[in-house]
C-alpha cells in the first residue's frame, strides 16, 4: 500500500468544492500513542462554505468554529446531537469559513482497534459515516485545530485520487437549509459510503453546482 506524503497546504488554499471530490482516494491516518497506525482510505466527503446556509460559517465566526476559518489544512472538529463528533477539513484562504466533512472512508489498517472503539466487527461499518469515521480514529475535541500537514498524530496523505469520471455527485444527508445543493461527493458503487439518503432525494453525477 503506497500511502505517499501529506498533501501540502496548497491542496487546501481552493474553494470546498474543488477540495471535497479531490480528497476523495485519500488516506486518513491516525497514529496512536503506542505505535499503532490507523488508515483508511477516503470514500465520501461533503462540501461547507461561508455563503451556505447549512455551513456552521453562515452567520459568522463565533468560538465554536473558529477553527473553520483557517489556517487552511486544519482539522475543524465539533460535536453534534450531543453524542458524535465529526471531523471536517479546513479549506480556502483564511478568513473564508470553508470545510470539508469526512463522511466515510475504507479502513485499512488497525481494523481490530477500529471494532474495540465503534463497537462492530463488519468492516464496512467502521468508518461508514462522519460520526462512526470520528469514532474509529478516536477524534474528539482534543483535536479541534490539529495541523493536518505538520502534524505527526493525525494526517492526510497523497494515497490513490479517484478518476472524476468514477466520482458520483449529490446533495447532503441530513441537512433542511441547502437542501438542494449538490455538495455531496463518493466513489459510486463503493460498499464503505455511508449509507445515508441525501436531501430530498437528489440524484447523482451530473450536476454541477
Not at 8 to 13: D, E, I, T
Not at 116 to 142: H, N
Not at 202 to 209: I, V
Request: aromatic share 8%; charged share 25%; net charge positive.
Amino acid at each position: 500500500m503506497r500511502a505517499g506524503r501529506p498533501l501540502p497546504r496548497s491542496f487546501y488554499v481552493r474553494p470546498s468544492l474543488e477540495v471535497a471530490p479531490g480528497l476523495i482516494g485519500r488516506f486518513l491516518v491516525r497514529t496512536l500513542a503506542d505505535g499503532t497506525r490507523l488508515v483508511a482510505r477516503i470514500v465520501e466527503t461533503e462540501s461547507y462554505a461561508e455563503e451556505d446556509p447549512a455551513s456552521h460559517s453562515y452567520r459568522g465566526r463565533t468560538p465554536r468554529n473558529e477553527v473553520m476559518f483557517g489556517p487552511p489544512g486544519r482539522l475543524y472538529v465539533y460535536f453534534t446531537y450531543g453524542m458524535h463528533f465529526c471531523s471536517n477539513v479546513v479549506t480556502g484562504r483564511e478568513g473564508e469559513g470553508c470545510a470539508v466533512l469526512l463522511r466515510a472512508a475504507e479502513p485499512l489498517e488497525g481494523l481490530d482497534e477500529m471494532a474495540r472503539r465503534r463497537g462492530v466487527s463488519d468492516p464496512s461499518l467502521l468508518c461508514a459515516g462522519p460520526a462512526c469515521l470520528t469514532q474509529a480514529f478516536g477524534i474528539g475535541r482534543e483535536d479541534n485545530g490539529v495541523d493536518l500537514i505538520r502534524g505527526t498524530a493525525l494526517r492526510i496523505l497523497e494515497g490513490s485520487p479517484v478518476t472524476r469520471s468514477l466520482i458520483g455527485r449529490s446533495a447532503r444527508i441530513g441537512v433542511s437549509s441547502g437542501a438542494e445543493l449538490r455538495w455531496r461527493f463518493f466513489v459510486e458503487g463503493d460498499p464503505f459510503v455511508s449509507k445515508g439518503r441525501p436531501a430530498k432525494g437528489r440524484g447523482t453525477r451530473g450536476s454541477r453546482r
